[in-house]
């Protein structure tokens, strides 16, 4: 069974910096995409940024230039690198891991930037 544990969430003040993990377990397969989407108070769910197997990446608009996402494949591991956080990235943040139709998720962390 396939399980998404992420860690590195926390507070921290405007202009900070932060840096997610998100570690896969329980399967070895290789994820065709691994990624990180986020859900404020009264929101929808929205796409951060994902990486697809290889090395294409993709970023919300509101995150290019301030985040990076990266991938261990040996470790099946995600990161997301948070520079230049703003009040608006307040969310919780979750892992998501994609294998053919099968869609996995784990179990949110939350990042609140404030002063």
């Known amino acids: 069974q396939v399980q998404l544990v992420e860690s590195g969430g926390g507070l921290v003040q405007p202009g900070g910096s932060l840096r997610l993990s998100c570690a896969a377990s329980g399967s070895s397969i290789r994820f065709n995409a691994m990624g990180w989407y986020r859900q404020a108070p009264g929101k929808p769910r929205e796409l951060v940024a994902t990486?697809?197997?290889?090395?294409?990446?993709h970023y919300a608009d509101s995150v290019k230039g301030r985040f990076t996402i990266s991938r261990d494949n040996a470790k099946n591991t995600v990161y997301l690198q948070m520079n230049s956080l703003k009040p608006e990235d307040t969310a919780v943040y979750y892992c998501?891991?994609?294998?053919?139709?099968?869609?996995?998720w784990g179990q949110g962390t939350q990042v609140t930037v404030s002063s």
């Open positions: 990486r697809i197997s290889g090395y294409n990446s």
């Open positions: 998501n891991a994609v294998f053919r139709e099968y869609d996995y």
